[in-house]
């Protein structure tokens, strides 16, 4: 009985166990997954965006890496056979040639226009010697015979670099010969061509010969003719054909606003916002006065933004008062720079606009009259001169008020008297303590620095002479001149040369606050980058606030079980009474 009752057991044992396993099941099922469904999806969108994101960029690259190695060249001119040769002598043509810039024959190491050359004449090869391949070549050469003039550029792979990259604006359209929509817009853009002749640069690239370079050069699923603005190699902005308007004015009107879009170049409308512009001491200020979206507006505001090494801001006005409050009796078209304090008047540029002479002009005045020394600077202000003379003070507005006005009267004395042109600037204490501690500087007081070996030294090499002129000994701007005179003349006393690395690392730079620069950094991106960059923070900060909600909310209720899993368990229960009732019976 005691075995019955022990194997009854068992069997009992085992039939309970089984029900609580069946029971523990779904539990632990449950407990597999470590990442909630919300996160799962989230992970998933992400790792789409940046998988398409990586595409993107990826086949932006290889448009470039693939640029066709025929460069729109002509075959027959490749192989250097006529039109009309045989099979057999553009066979053999290749056969002489390949074996002439073969890799046995030139090292393309030392020489890599030799591997250019032996790639195109095995492109070239590849498609004359095939018959169906042949005629469609000489077919769409007869098409391209009928092709499209123009004066403006033409742009191929082999000049695109050395004119278009790094050489300013350019307005780019890319087209084929054949094309009826290509040959209705030749005539609008000849006179486009015309009016900007002198500008920017405006040239064309011929999709048929230059597939690589023309397909690179024009957004996807887009059509010839296509027309945009670039700056180098980066887009600025696109002709859109149902969107903007497609007339020679409405063309340049997009020029005008793709280069003041690049330039950040401000339209001024209010006399509140010409006095704004025009108290930004820190930087040049150009303002151009004229008709809007005009040639000459365009020119301006691409000699300003183009120039090379320089920090200019700028700005354009149609508006006539704003004018005749900017420079009395000017007559536009004008271009107004202001390197001085606000108050000064400009310096003026006014009539014919031709790119050389505006260029020239504000190449000549592209530094402030009087730029704050800082380690950004230093090269601006002590790079340009043998001598240079700092006013320190404790506050921007001291310096504006007297040491500046004293200074530059000072220096125009000392070069009329002695002909030796002196840089000025001014120091301010409040950050450039340790400079001005460097040298022996307080406030009130003035610095004149010396460089005998600035010429062909980069800023912080070599070493200086500082001369420091006390407030009490320069009271005027006569008394000012007369020390610097004597400093450059040999007769103060001779201090001891120090190291210009040195202080130029005790000058602090002046920094801008850091959600400027973040707000200027994102300005600079493309479109396309901003958009995946938005997008990649957002699906970031939902997945880091899932665990966050998780946590605060608590653990999730169980899910209300079902009928049938409720009669099954009730059937599970009935079971097990009935076995131990059994077990027990048999005990």
Known sequence: ?????????????????????????????????????????????VAVLLFGARVFFEEKRGKTATEDVLDGQNLYEILEVPKDASDRDVKKAYRSLAVKWHPDKIDWVKEPEAKLKFERITKAYEILSDSMKRKIYDKEQTLMEKSITSNTV???????HELVKGKGIWLIQVYVDWSDRCQYFSAMWEEVGNRLHGTIGVGRVNLG????????????????????????????????WEFHDVSVEG?????????????????????????????????????????????????CTAAAGGLESANLAIATTSK???????????????????R???????????????????????????????????????????????????????????????????LLKAAEKVESDVGTRVAVGGMLLGAQTAAASFVGATAGDFLVIGRPDHMGKEVGEGRFRSFVVKAAEARDPVALASKVKGILMGSAPPPAEEREEAFVRALQPQTEPLLTRIAETLDNLSVQAQILLYLALILIGLMLLCPLLKAIMGPRPPPPMEEEEAEEEEEDEEEEEEDIVVVKKRK
């Open 251 to 299: 063309i340049i009107k997009l020029v005008a606003q793709a280069i003041a879009e690049r330039y950040r170049a401000v339209t001024i409308t209010e006399p509140k916002q010409l006095e704004a512009f025009v108290q930004q001491d820190s930087r040049v200020r150009v303002l151009f006065i004229g008709k809007a979206s005009s040639r000459e507006q365009i020119l």
């Open 154 to 160: 033409a742009i191929t792979t082999a000049n695109y």
């Open 320 to 338: 006539m008062s704003i004018g005749s409050l900017a420079l009395p009796g000017m007559k536009p078209p004008a271009l107004l720079v202001y």
């Open 340 to 406: 001085g304090v606000f108050g000064e008047p400009p310096t003026a540029y006014s009539g014919k606009m031709e790119m050389e002479a505006v260029r020239a002009f504000l190449e000549e005045n592209k530094r402030l009259v009087f730029p704050m020394l800082h380690r950004n600077t230093f090269h601006t202000v002590c790079g340009t001169q043998m001598w240079s003379a700092v006013a320190v003070g404790s506050e921007e507005a001291e310096l504006k008020l007297s040491a500046k006005q004293m």
């Open 1 to 45: 009985m005691a075995g019955e009752g022990e194997s009854s057991k068992g069997k009992g044992g085992e039939k309970v166990s089984k029900v609580k396993m069946a029971k523990k099941a779904p539990e632990e099922k449950n407990t597999d997954f470590i990442f909630s469904r919300g996160q799962v999806i989230a992970i998933a969108v």
């Open 209 to 240: 010969r230059d597939k690589g370079l023309g397909t690179r050069l024009m957004a996807r699923k887009e059509s010839t003719p296509s027309v945009a603005v670039w700056d180098g190699e980066e887009e600025v902005r696109r002709l859109r």
